[in-house]
């Protein structure tokens, strides 16, 4: 839990602060960007809530942090309907689902909602109230897992909601040797009718990107939005397998349609399908440069 004494000086007076065992995620800051902001290396509250919408989203931003190094004053009374609002709906069927794990550096998880079984994508933090929540919205069937990196507490969903793991067997690692469904090779996987698997190398050796109704592509650690730069990016300063392999792989991803970019780290995008195409293509020609 954050702790008051080491509250950060760079937090504006009020109830909500952040602590300085802040690891700088940037979960807090694109969950609720109105409430808190870059500050020296960390973030911190530079606007204290000022209605029930954005104090929701305070809390929900409170219970995501990987570090639990977001605090209040005052204990929060309303702390179970910020619990009970999460997972955070996205668009149609597709929710956020909070509960960041330090385990994966803060990475973001999701989750689709489906007639014929339930997908978890990446892990979350294994904890009640989020468990509770998937319990009501159906359980999970499978949990697609892009990566190593973001694979969190996986056994502990599975021992629960006894689901079918699914990670590339390049990904494989003595935490994750029982997975259910391994993936091999580079060619596409139909999950089902409208999720598909896509391969691409580059940021880890068996990275996979989740394609859903040719709208939602959920990217692991491939593919994210840069305020900063404001286009799509791949992170080259994290790229942990190969640069060269991750540039080839990028514009395989141009094959395909979709509105949405859901990342584990950095940041949304979404657009019509044409302008996703166009920062796609931007995307690749700026790899060339970094």
């Given at each position: 839990m954050a702790t008051l004494n080491l509250r950060r000086t760079e937090n504006v007076s009020g109830d909500f602060y952040v602590d300085t065992t802040c690891i700088d995620c940037d979960t807090c800051?694109?969950?609720?960007?109105?409430?808190?902001?870059?500050?020296?290396?960390m973030s911190a509250v530079h606007h204290q809530p000022t209605d029930e919408k954005q104090r929701l989203a305070a809390l929900q931003a409170l219970?995501?942090?990987?570090t639990a190094s977001i605090g209040t004053v005052d204990k929060p009374q309303d702390i179970k309907d910020a619990q009970s609002s999460l997972p955070i709906p996205v668009e149609e069927n597709?929710?956020?689902?909070?509960?960041?794990?330090?385990?994966?550096y803060g990475a973001a998880s999701y989750f689709i909602q489906l007639p014929e079984g339930n997908i978890l994508i990446d892990s979350p933090r294994f904890t009640p109230p989020l468990v509770k929540r998937l319990e009501q919205?159906?359980?999970?069937?499978?949990?697609?897992?892009?990566?190593?990196?973001?694979?969190?507490?996986h056994q502990k969903f599975v021992e629960h909601f006894d689901c079918q793991r699914i990670l590339h067997q390049e990904e494989i690692n003595s935490g994750t040797r029982d997975v259910e469904i391994q993936l091999s090779g580079e060619d596409d996987y139909q999950l089902t009718r409208e999720l598909l698997i896509i391969t691409v190398p580059g940021h880890t050796k068996g990275h996979t990107v989740l394609l859903y109704k040719n709208k939602f592509l959920f990217t692991g650690d491939h593919l994210a939005?840069?305020?900063?730069?404001?286009?799509?990016?791949a992170f080259r300063n994290f790229c942990w397998y190969s640069w060269d392999e991750l540039y080839k792989s990028m514009p395989k991803l141009t094959n395909y349609s979709f509105e949405w970019v859901l990342p584990g780290h950095g940041r949304r995008y979404n657009s019509d399908a044409?302008?996703?195409?166009?920062?796609?293509k931007k995307c690749i020609e700026w790899m060339k440069t970094v």
């Open positions: 800051r694109w969950m609720t960007p109105e409430v808190f902001t870059r500050e020296v290396g219970l995501s942090c990987p597709v929710y956020h689902c909070g509960y960041h794990s330090e385990k994966s919205m159906g359980g999970i069937r499978y949990m697609y897992l892009t990566h190593k990196d973001d694979v969190a507490d939005w840069s305020d900063r730069l404001k286009q799509l990016i044409k302008t996703m195409q166009q920062e796609l």
